[in-house]
């Protein structure tokens, strides 16, 4: 089992998401890309007659030229401005909760937009979404050919995200715990260290220790000083998993107690 490299803002932008997004299935793909083709024709004939209006009475290069910028707006420049501006969203997508990805379930750029929108204008338009239905039907994650030539998928967004129940602090570790500096561990590493926990009883030894000293490694960066020599990679790092988490109550607490007292002021 792999988990991806871990940045600062896991989950939330989803760099080297560790957790598994699920594919949308091909019927809400089928849907969104039904929404997505009406609203693209609309745009189209719309923004072609306008163009035209201008140019009619200029000239017939100008005719042609108009034609052909509706088009390059329609199905290239408008895609691919809305998914980067929305971070994989089409108008279909948000409709029905939908987004498109990376591979590695991080969020698209301009370059994934535009690949997707230049090869779907060739997958869907010109040979009517026959071979975007065949290839999303034969592929489990659902990738249509501008997927793959993106390196893209497309994910349910609107899911129930399980998280495994919180480690319990390891007794040996809890005196180093207690006294260290943690640092808040950014969003992604901690998932991405509560996701490892949770599934090592399914774990084979081998990439039950490679894992969780890759992970210890990106954690050890956030604390101060080292943990015990010897202590297991497993429970150093379900040490600190509680501790922050205790800390983090605390301090909730302490905010909760702080506006119960400003508002018995008022």
Same mark, same amino acid.
């Given at each position: 089992?792999?988990?991806?490299? !871990? =940045? ?11 957790? /598994? ?10 849907? @969104?890309?039904? !929404? ?23 000239? &017939?290069?100008? %005719? /042609? ?33 939908? *987004? ?39 592929? &489990? ?10 390196? =893209? ?6 899911? =129930? ?17 207690? @006294? ?14 509560? &996701? ?11 990439? *039950? ?9 990106? %954690? *050890? ?13 497993? &429970? ?7 501790? *922050? ?14 506006? @119960? ?6």
């Amino acid at each position: 089992m792999e988990f991806a490299t !871990i =940045t600062s803002d896991d989950l939330v932008t989803g760099e080297g998401v560790a957790l /598994d997004l699920p594919p949308a299935s091909l019927g809400l793909r089928l849907a @969104s890309g039904l !929404i997505d083709f009406l609203v693209t024709m609309v745009i189209f004939v719309v923004s072609l007659l306008v163009l035209l209006v201008a140019t009619v009475n200029v000239s &017939q290069a100008l %005719v /042609d030229v108009a034609a052909v910028a509706a088009a390059v707006v329609t199905f290239a420049v408008f895609p691919t401005v809305l998914e980067t501006l929305t971070r994989g969203r089409s108008i279909g997508k948000l409709a029905l909760g939908l *987004r498109t990805v990376r591979d590695d379930a991080g969020p698209i750029t301009f370059h994934h937009a535009l690949v997707r929108a230049l090869i779907g204008f060739v997958e869907i338009y010109a040979f009517s979404g026959v071979p975007a239905f065949f290839s999303m039907l034969v592929s &489990q994650r659902g990738k249509r050919l501008g997927d793959y030539a993106a390196g =893209t998928y497309v994910v349910r967004d609107r899911v =129930t995200l399980n998280l495994p129940m919180p480690p319990v602090m390891p007794p040996p570790l809890a005196q180093w715990a207690r @006294s260290a500096d943690l640092a808040t561990l950014p969003t992604g590493l901690a998932l991405a260290v509560r &996701q490892y926990l949770g599934r090592l009883p399914t774990l084979d030894p081998a990439s *039950r220790q490679r894992i969780g000293e890759d992970l210890l490694t990106e %954690v *050890r960066k956030h604390a101060a000083p080292a943990p015990p020599p010897g202590a297991p990679v497993d &429970q150093v790092l379900a040490a600190v998993i509680a501790e *922050r988490r205790e800390r983090d109550l605390a301090r909730l607490r302490r905010d909760d107690d702080f506006r @119960s007292r400003l508002a018995a002021r008022e």
